[in-house]
């Protein structure tokens, strides 16, 4: 997402690279809204899982209606771009919190090494 998103945005009629710059920024902006507003509810109501999934659902969504609709409406797939942008990045929080509730004391920074260390390894 990060490398090809400017790339996608960029193959855009009339696109300039100030506006590819942008318009690549406006995902990381919703991401960051989605973030403090779901660790807030994951907080108060201490329900972690109800604050991971439905985000990674509608992300896995909205990148599929994205590439199903194509290039040829622009607009509206870099709409679902942004959401499945937001989406993707907004469960940080609640997920890491499930970590150290589920797993003993002595174990849980070991498993969250090895959930971060597999994501830098998968990009």
Not at 54 to 60: D, E, Q, S, T, V
């Amino acid at each position: 997402f990060v490398m090809w998103l400017p790339t996608i945005i960029k193959a855009a009629p009339n696109m300039n690279i100030v506006s590819t710059g942008w318009l690549s920024s406006v995902p990381y902006g919703l991401a960051v809204i989605l973030m403090l507003v779901s660790s807030y509810f994951s907080d108060k109501t201490l329900n972690r899982g109800a604050f991971v999934w439905p985000f990674l659902l509608i992300g896995a969504v909205a990148f599929y209606v994205s590439y199903a609709i194509g290039a040829n409406h622009f607009w509206l797939s870099f709409t679902l771009l942004v959401i499945a942008g937001g989406a993707m990045y907004a469960p940080y929080g609640p997920f890491f919190a499930i970590i150290p509730e589920i797993l003993p004391r002595n174990v849980a920074g070991g498993a969250m090494a090895l959930i971060n260390s597999m994501g830098a390894l998968g990009s």
